[in-house]
DNA sequence: ATTCCCATGTAAGCTGTTACATGATTCA
DNA sequence: TGAATCATGTAACAGCTTACATGGGAAT
């Protein structure tokens, strides 16, 4: 359950209506959490109703305004010091299991394209840390957690284009070898 | 449809039972995409209908031996040139962006308990990886993707180990400076 | 006999996605 | 007035987990 999570810690730095919420999700937490907004719109709904959050207003096309209570408050502290959930999921390095189907000149493209694709990831994150930066973003407290959070960005996805590109080179030998 | 694919990936290795491709996900796979057997039991049924695999042969305790039809070697090459869904979902992450609610006492416990397991995942991933090579099972084809995932393994979690490490620093620094 | 492991499956429930639907407001 | 954006929601489906259920075979 890190959607209601990932909702409460959200509206921990200011009330939000579920069309905003719904936006953060896609441009931030989006990278490690994804969600839509019929899930957020649903959980928000649940939330309400256990009494986690609240409607802080409601304005104009039916929009509606959360803000944490002190309830919400305590589940968002009690879940940041529980055992976190490692569970991983990620369709590239599952698919690296079996490299060993596909020739070496496919191998080669494929292992190129992921490391130029984890290349621009971390060159983004890299980017948008360093502008947070110049603009005084890392000066609140979620702005410098933000921060801490676009440090892993960068240093995963600087790991992982170093392995694909690791991948490639051995992709390249076996090439050149096996003629 | 990351399942079917693994599935078909195992299957590509060489024919197996539905209970043994249960164990190879939890002991191999699960590390990068987690299945229980009432998932793999039920596809299985789903690839068989599709005519991606079928069955070699019937054992005792109603054990059915599956394998690869040229249908789902086919699939599963597809899928490997196709694109791949690079969606990542990764709790500890989400959680580092509400770091800012926890005081730098409680980060510092986060951080070092988080960096221990990463470090912990690390030496356990290399330790494997050693142990095939020395044991020769890096000299087949499937055994040296295995390989090549155990080293995306090793550089992932390295590299989450040491952001951690860099967290708690900073959290010990807030410690020291805040009072 | 009993316990443990092998081996398969069903059923219920939760999480998450995609498609559909509606209507208000803003801006060109 | 037409298009884009704001804002919320429902419905259907797909993916995944947990709990339940069954029975054969091997070992002590």
Known sequence: MSLRHGLLGLLAEAPASGYDLAKRFEELLGAVWPARHPQIYGELARLRDE???????????????????????????????????????YEPLLRSFF????????????????????????????????????????????????????EAGVRLYDALAEWAEWVSEQARKDQSGSS
């Open 51 to 89: 009494g986690l959050i609240e409607i802080e207003s409601e304005g104009a096309r039916a929009r509606k305004v959360y803000r944490l209570t002190s309830e919400g408050e305590g589940e968002l502290h009690r879940w940041l010091l529980s055992e976190p959930d490692h569970t991983l999921r």
């Open 99 to 150: 490299f060993w189907t596909l020739t070496p000149a496919e191998l080669l493209d494929v292992a190129v394209a992921e490391a130029a694709h984890y290349r621009t990831l971390r060159d983004t994150y890299a980017q948008i840390a360093q502008a947070k930066e110049a603009s005084g973003h890392t000066q609140t407290p979620s702005g410098r957690s933000v921060r801490t959070t676009l």
